[in-house]
């Protein structure tokens, strides 16, 4: 059983750490190598206390195991510790950020997933998302947008 709230700054660096591992298990060898390059450990660190206002976190017997970030009408980042996926953790988190962007007035949701990635868009999927095809995604990076080639999934969350 997992606990949802909202993230606070004590949160944000195991957020950081668990960002740090998931995205390059997710990423590495997936994404153009100037992304790569773009992911120090470091990035994280910052990026993790930056974000911590878009953040909530699962917690399970009082550690933080995962964590969602929403922007707008976008579900930034998903991701759960090693030792908790696979437990049931992932599908709260999701249901939670898609919560956060219907209480936000929008009635899509979407999120950018690299087309490697086949287990997060299988999860997708399973959570009712539809994959609307392949985009270029631009993903911050240190000198500007990085191009990456993604695809788009969507969900109806609400009424506008």
């Given at each position: ?10 949160d944000s660096a195991v957020v ?22 773009a992911r120090p450990r470091e ?97 911050p990076g240190p000198d500007g ?16």
């Amino acid at each position: 059983m997992v606990d949802i709230r909202p993230a606070t700054a004590a949160d944000s660096a195991v957020v950081a750490e668990i960002w740090h591992a998931g995205w390059h298990d997710a990423h590495d060898g997936k994404v153009p190598d100037a992304l790569v390059a773009a992911r120090p450990r470091e990035s994280f660190d910052r990026r993790a206390v930056d974000r911590v206002p878009d953040t909530i976190v699962a917690v399970a017997d009082g550690e933080v195991v995962g964590f969602v970030m929403v922007e707008g009408d976008e579900i930034d980042q998903v991701y759960v510790a090693a030792a908790h996926r696979g437990t049931g953790t992932a599908a709260p988190l999701l249901a939670a950020g898609e919560r956060r962007v219907a209480e936000a007035g929008h009635p899509t949701a979407w999120l950018a997933v690299v087309p490697a990635n086949r287990r997060a868009r299988r999860f997708y999927e399973r959570q009712g998302w539809r994959d609307d095809g392949p985009f270029e995604h631009a993903a911050p990076g240190p000198d500007g947008p990085i191009a990456v080639p993604c695809h788009r999934y969507v969900k109806g969350v609400g009424t506008a």
